[in-house]
């Protein structure tokens, strides 16, 4: 059973950064595994922000240029990097993770994803 731990989530006005990072309880993370970040607002579902495995790179259209998925294996932690916040981006924020390798459009889709962290609040104030 791998458990994933996020943390850097917190509160910043619009235009601000935050990084959130996704460390797992064993080693987990190659170049081919999957990882994504999901978010969840309020009285939304829970949707797709983020995803690599591989050489495969996805983003949500409503964070494309503003947020960047990156891996560090050596310590075996998934990062999102989110620059200029917006108040709609506000949501609590998920880490996932499979073992397996997946494809692009599977990254898009949580049933993909076999462990999940607890989330951590995200709030851009206007």
């Known amino acids: 059973q791998v458990q994933l731990e996020e943390s850097g989530g917190g509160a910043v006005q619009a235009g601000g950064s935050l990084r959130l990072s996704c460390a797992a309880s064993r080693r987990t993370f190659s170049s081919s595994n999957a990882m994504g970040w999901f978010r969840q607002a309020p009285g939304k579902e829970r949707e797709f922000v983020a995803g690599?495995?591989?050489?495969?790179?996805v983003y949500a259209d409503s964070v494309k240029g503003r947020f960047t998925i990156s891996g560090d294996i050596a310590k075996n932690t998934v990062y999102l990097q989110m620059n200029s916040l917006k108040p709609e981006d506000t949501a609590v924020y998920y880490c996932?993770?499979?073992?397996?390798?997946?494809?692009?459009?599977?990254?898009?889709?949580?049933?993909?994803?076999?462990?999940w962290g607890q989330g951590t609040q995200v709030t851009v104030s206007s």
């Open positions: 996932a993770a499979d073992e397996r390798p997946r494809a692009e459009w599977a990254l898009l889709r949580y049933q993909y994803y076999g462990y």
């Open positions: 690599m495995s591989g050489s495969s790179t």
